[in-house]
Nanobody
Framework: VQLQASGGGLVQAGGSLGLSCTAS??????VAWFRQAPGKEREFVAA?????????YADSSVKGRFTISRDNAKNTVYLQMNTLRPEDTAVYYC???????????????WGQGTLVTVSS
């Protein structure tokens, strides 16, 4: 079971960036993005159900700016991030769970993380 995250990089505040997470080895009920900023705990960002496509987002800090989507044929989940802010700077991780959940502890499989840096 592998999750491969990609798409991180450096972007100016107000810019956009897209992340991808490709899963291999098995299918999952839920795929999510988490992030960990320097000196902070990892936090939930967004999640999407593989079958029903229902989406979940963290609080207002990302809702309306970030969009999670999926392409089941490619076993890939995307996170489109718009109007980025310096406080969005973090390592972004994709993770997969067997059931519908947004709790970090319920996610059994994790990708390696991809760094997003937003300059002011």
């Amino acid at each position: 079971v592998q999750l491969q995250a990609s798409g991180g990089g450096l972007v100016q505040a107000g810019g956009s960036l897209g992340l991808s997470c490709t899963a291999s080895g098995r299918t999952f009920g839920m795929v999510a993005w988490f992030r960990q900023a320097p000196g902070k705990e990892r936090e939930f960002v967004a999640a999407i159900g593989r079958i029903d496509g229902v989406t979940y987002y963290a609080d207002s800090s990302v809702k309306g700016r970030f969009t999670i989507s999926r392409d089941n044929a490619k076993n890939t989940v995307y996170l489109q991030m718009n109007t980025l802010r310096p406080e969005d700077t973090a390592v972004y991780y994709c993770a997969a769970a067997k059931r519908t959940t947004t709790r970090e502890r319920d996610y059994d499989y994790w990708g390696q993380g991809t760094l997003v840096t937003v300059s002011s």
